[in-house]
């Protein structure tokens, strides 16, 4: 980044709630570079009180946003990569990306770094901005940024929600450039490419040809299977493709980006062909094939996979130069730092990267899971340290990129369940490192509690400190995903940890007691709610609380073929050898839904 050091201001953007600026985008601009002039003028308007006016071709000082002429320094411009710059050349002032999107995170840039707006979690009540009396371009001005990684997102996965068009917002506004959840119409603007993948390398469809060809499924344990395929009979290559192009043809938008992978399964095929050769050549090999001929359809089409579960290994076959792999970290141990050499999930994990890293292929990416650590039982994540030391390590390796998977929602229940509020400031850490991997947690978590809780912010510091520590200071403990939080919350909520937790949140409370303070009181009564979720579990692991899995049946009288299988319940914190078996149902006729329970071995 070059920045051009001024000493005096050149002519105030606004003052005392009137500006002479305008807003200029040109008539042809791109969906995000007119979004970008929409956004500026908005977020003046907040802060200032002025009215910024959007035009073309008006005289007199004015905000151009556009994208920069190819001068040289942005290469070939790789379809990822991104580029900001921020210049002021007397009365125009320039803010510019080196495509359409970046335009857009040019203007955000702005915003965040000069004006210091933040939209810290999706929504009205999630985004701030700073009222000012006045702002003055330094003279001089000329900024320039290039993050280091080019991919910069999240994989929206789980159910569906209303709100998923208000967090594609929230990720934009922070500079993520992936998402994996495709680009409805209304959503050009946000500048994501678009991306269609998941689990798809199957025959999931096809019944009937595993009847005529059950060769064409994956041999497991003798026996052919329609859970995966045989990764050894070219004869299946088309039908996939085919079933893939008619996929494409059904997207609203052009497809950008097409990711394959197995299904999800682990049954893999062992046939005497399929066994002769690794795992990962096997599916690298035909997983190019695969491309190969769904891109005589879709010649541009650019192609993304994942080194996942056990084909993880560097294959012994060519890979593509323009082909994206996801090195998938679900094994890693989510308390430990990487380079811990006493956690030997992190040993084990990092070496097989380590193998990737050092290979002749320079498109890997990180994919993480460190939203998807507990499947049950789900509580509020303080891994601020896991995320620096994940995004600082990624950076040092000099991948392509990160994401993270995280769950839109659940399908019912408040909302503090929902992983977008449940994870809302991780989230924020996450986005807010992966555009300035330089950046420290604390410099971050200074930034936002101030912001979001105001004169509460060193106590908010406290407390997010206190539950950090809690969490990435147990030793002997390993993490990785998909666990009960159960299992965690003796070791995190340790007497010690409470009573801190406590002290921060009386503070907080005094630092909030004086008027106007409402909004900053609200944000802290949330963060007492997500941290209740601790209080409520760990109460539940040591209490007489007796926690059951139910399964919603659609008809009571299906009990008997549907209920759960028999659970080992939890009393008093130990496991107990009585059985139940349990469901809630949906209602039938005019009855209500119930709770329908049988009880064995217990008097």
Known sequence: MVCSVVLAAVLPLFEGGKTAWTIETDGNAAPPVKYAAEELANALGRVSGATFAVTNGVAGP???IGVMPDDGRAGARPVLNDAVELKLEG?????????????????YWFLQKELGVRWLWPGEDGAFYPKRDSYAFPEGLNLRYQPQFQIRGLHLCGSKRLEEFAFKEWMARNMMNWQTRGVNPGEEKFGFPNCMGGHNLNLNKHDKLFAEHPEYFAEVKGERTMKNICLCRDEIVP???????RRIAKQPNKLDYLGVSLNDNGAYCQCTNCAAIDLSTRFFTFAQKVMGEVRKTYPDLRFETIAYQWYRDIPKCKLADDLLVWFCTHWRCNIHQIDDKSCPDNVKEFQVMDSWDKSDFPRVAEYGYHFDIFARNRVMLPIYSVFEDAVHDAARRRHLGMHTEIGLSRKGGPDITCCDVQQRVALHEFASLLWNPSR?????????CRTAYGPAAEAMVRYFKTMDRAWSGRKGTHTSILCDGINSVVSVMTDETRLAVAEAFKAADAALAG???????KNVF????????????????????????????????TFPAEAAKAQTLMLDGQPTPVK?????TGGF??????????FSGVD
Not at 239 to 245: H, N, Q, S, V, Y
Not at 515 to 521: A, K, V
Not at 580 to 584: G, N, P, S
């Open 580 to 584: 139940v078996r349990c469901a809630w």
């Open 440 to 448: 420290t947690m604390d410099d971050w978590l200074e930034d936002f």
């Open 589 to 598: 006729g005019e009855t209500a839904g119930a709770l329908v329970v049988e």
């Open 526 to 557: 949330r963060e007492k709610q997500l941290y209740g979720q601790w209080e409520d579990l760990l109460a539940l692991r040591t209490g007489n609380e007796v926690a059951l899995s139910l399964p919603k049946l659609a008809d009571a009288r």
């Open 91 to 107: 009365d125009i002032f320039r803010i510019l990306g080196n495509r359409p999107r970046a335009a857009l995170y040019a203007t």
């Open 515 to 521: 008027d106007g303070n409402e909004r900053f009181r």
């Open 62 to 64: 004015k905000i151009v």
């Open 239 to 245: 039908i996939i493709a085919g079933d893939l192009c």
